[in-house]
């Protein structure tokens, strides 16, 4: 068989990924080149470009305050996924095992609910009394709690599989090692990459949420989903601009936690 025959389906393989790559790239070349124009409206090509939707956009006080807003409460909920899920699956993976096929169950009853649901009842639940805490962030921070735990989960568990968690503390509290110095100094090292995974996964689903933050806070604390939503009637191309904003945040975000993740290895 010659060396062409052989790099044939080599070839065709990549011509596939790569047409599936540029058709997934089309929308968002056009909203970028939509997002520099000046007008587009009766030809193929803009009339002209420009960054003024760009300068508008990020000279906007209302789109700051809401791009921070929205920070706040994807990474107060991360933090609180990490405080709760590490430990927890510490525990379940050592010292009850066989309860995973059961947390694998329970973990994923915050996607067996949809979002308008759970809102509603949330309005019900925290609308009045003692605690009234509909339209503050910490109602977000507790939702988005609950969003990520899956994706934190998931990750993680599949990390801590891969160490071989029981061989790894049996080692380690040979050498000397307590439990607790076991856990933090030679388990957690190795559940970065999964964990840096859960953490990226996790915030690029909550920064995007916007049904918890429209119904749950709305424009009382607005966050960049909501200010996407109300700004809906303004100018397409400051809201390509938007778009665009929003996601070369989130790839360099990726970007640079790669590149961390890859100068520690």
Not at 53 to 67: C, E, H, I, N, T
Not at 150 to 177: K, V
Not at 187 to 197: A, Q, S, T, Y
Request: with cysteine; proline share 5%.
């Amino acid at each position: 068989m010659s060396r062409a025959e052989l790099d044939a389906p080599g070839l065709y393989h990549r011509a596939v990924v790569w047409l599936l790559f540029l058709i997934l790239l089309l929308p968002l070349a056009g909203t970028l080149l939509y997002s520099v124009a000046t007008s587009w409206s009766a030809s193929i090509l803009p009339s002209g470009l420009t960054f003024k939707w760009y300068l508008q956009l990020w000279g906007d006080p209302r789109f700051l305050q809401a791009f921070g807003q929205s920070l706040v409460v994807c990474v107060g909920a991360l933090v609180l996924s990490v405080l709760v899920i590490l430990p927890l699956l510490f525990v379940v993976h050592y010292h009850f095992p066989r309860l995973d096929a059961l947390m694998n169950i329970l973990i994923l009853l915050p996607f067996a609910v949809p979002p308008v649901v759970s809102s509603v009842g949330l309005l019900n639940l925290y609308g009045s009394g003692p605690l009234a805490m509909v339209g503050t962030p910490w109602i977000l921070i507790g939702c988005y709690f609950t969003v990520a735990l899956p994706f934190m989960y998931r990750a993680i568990t599949n990390n801590l599989q891969a160490i071989n968690l029981r061989d790894l503390m049996d080692a380690a509290q040979l050498l000397g090692a307590s439990t607790f110095q076991a856990a933090v100094l030679v388990v957690l090292p190795n559940l970065r990459k999964g964990l840096m995974i859960a953490l990226l996964l996790s915030f690029s689903f909550l920064f995007g949420e916007f049904v918890f933050a429209n119904l749950l806070v709305g424009t009382r604390y607005e966050t960049l989903q909501v200010y996407l939503n109300n700004m809906r009637n303004s100018s397409g191309h400051f809201n390509s601009a938007l778009v665009i904003s929003y996601f070369l945040f989130v790839l360099l975000l990726t970007w640079g936690a790669n590149r961390l993740n890859k100068d520690k290895d």
